[in-house]
């Protein structure tokens, strides 16, 4: 069984230019997660997909970070303007269900903003 | 609120026996889980315990107890590899939770 794509595995930019993340997660998943995990710390939820509707985006910065997963399978991720506080590794995650069942996490992708 | 904490570093001998402790607080409690998370690496499923007590699987068990707000991870007959993160996470929300994690808990095995 393929697990969670992620691309790319890094990215350097410089502040308030704009990133963008890709995400395919498991095949037949159909919870969606993006999490950031700045260094030294656990991840921290951002957004969560239940197949192509937002269901917890509370602690997404809206002003500058969007989410989208349009046909319900893959998402995107995307930084506009990115800020020097935004380097982190931003990591997918997919889940059969929501809540009570492990999530499958992709490999990430390591942000650096300079 | 949520709040989960656990040690920040522990150092361990190869062959011993280590436990990484987790405290939490949450409004409703829906199991707690235990990852695995290797440098530059995605974290990785261990546990998932929503009943009190002791799961054993191979090496590593888990344990809960709801009352006290209390976790812990025990890593047997440590190994090298065994030199990770270790996240406490809860999930939050009712039934359809989202994880919360804890900082992680950077363990080093050492010959």
């Known amino acids: 069984e393929a697990g969670v794509a992620q691309s790319p595995r890094y990215k350097i930019i410089e502040k308030r230019q704009s990133v963008a993340f890709w995400c395919n997660p498991i095949?037949?998943?159909?919870?969606l997660y993006w999490y950031q995990q700045i260094l030294g710390q656990g991840p921290k939820l951002l957004i969560q997909?239940?197949?192509?509707?937002?269901?917890?985006d509370s602690q997404l910065p809206k002003d500058r970070f969007s989410a989208e997963r349009l046909k319900g399978v893959d998402s995107t991720l995307k930084i506009q303007p990115a800020k020097l506080e935004d380097s982190a590794v931003y990591l997918c995650?997919?889940?059969?269900?929501?809540?009570?069942?492990?999530?499958?996490f992709g490999q990430g992708t390591r942000l650096t903003v300079v | 609120g949520q709040n989960i904490d656990q040690p920040t570093e522990m150092t361990a001998t190869e062959g011993a026996i280590v436990q990484i402790n987790c405290t939490y607080q949450?409004?409703?409690?829906?199991?707690l889980f235990w990852y695995q998370q290797h440098a530059g690496e995605a974290p990785t499923f261990l546990s998932y315990n929503v009943l009190d007590g002791l799961e054993e699987k191979g090496r590593f068990s888990s344990f809960l107890s709801r009352s006290k707000g209390y976790s812990y991870l025990l890593l047997k007959e440590l190994q090298m590899k065994d030199s990770a993160s270790y996240l406490c996470a809860v999930p939050y929300g009712g039934s359809q939770g989202n994880l919360i994690f804890g900082k992680g808990t950077k363990l080093s095995v050492k010959p």
């Open positions: 995650a997919s889940s059969p269900t929501r809540g009570g069942t492990e999530a499958f």
């Open positions: 095949s037949g998943h159909a919870t």
């Open positions: 997909f239940q197949n192509n509707g937002v269901v917890d």
């Open positions: 949450t409004s409703g409690f829906n199991g």
